[in-house]
């Protein structure tokens, strides 16, 4: 394996352990950006990468608010308002109504029916812009 990866891998570890929020490392020939989730602005994006991140930015996920099997209530494609049903999660027999907080089109339904989720886990994704 290459130094380069090594250093990299190196880095990544050192900076998760870290309290740093955000890091902008050069050296030789290549640059590297990590940030944590309320890290800074990556200063290497171009415009192009700008638009990209506006277009991940009006997607929104649907979580699961705890453990259970999931069923869809909705499909790709469909307008949804907020307050809508869009999914069910089960518990030990008793459903749990999974209800978007924000209209949009779905984009995907992330788990297939009767999967089993995880509390935070993502269950619908929206297209909100």
Do not use: C
Not at 28 to 37: E, I, N, Q, R, T
Request: proline letters at 5%.
């Amino acid at each position: 394996m290459s130094s380069t990866i090594e250093e990299v891998r190196a880095l990544l570890a050192s900076f998760t352990a870290s309290p740093w929020r955000d890091l902008h490392f050069r050296s030789g020939g290549w640059s590297l950006f990590m940030a944590k989730a309320d890290g800074g602005a990556n200063p290497m994006l171009t415009r192009a990468g700008q638009a990209v991140a506006a277009a991940v930015a009006a997607l929104r996920d649907v979580t699961a608010p705890h453990l259970g099997i999931f069923s869809a209530r909705v499909a790709p494609g469909t307008m949804v308002e907020a307050g809508t049903v869009v999914g069910q999660v089960d518990k030990l027999g008793e459903a749990t109504d999974i209800v978007s907080d924000t209209a949009g089109r779905v984009a995907a339904i992330l788990p297939n029916d009767g999967d089993l989720v995880e509390y935070g886990a993502p269950l619908v994704r929206l297209e909100t812009g």
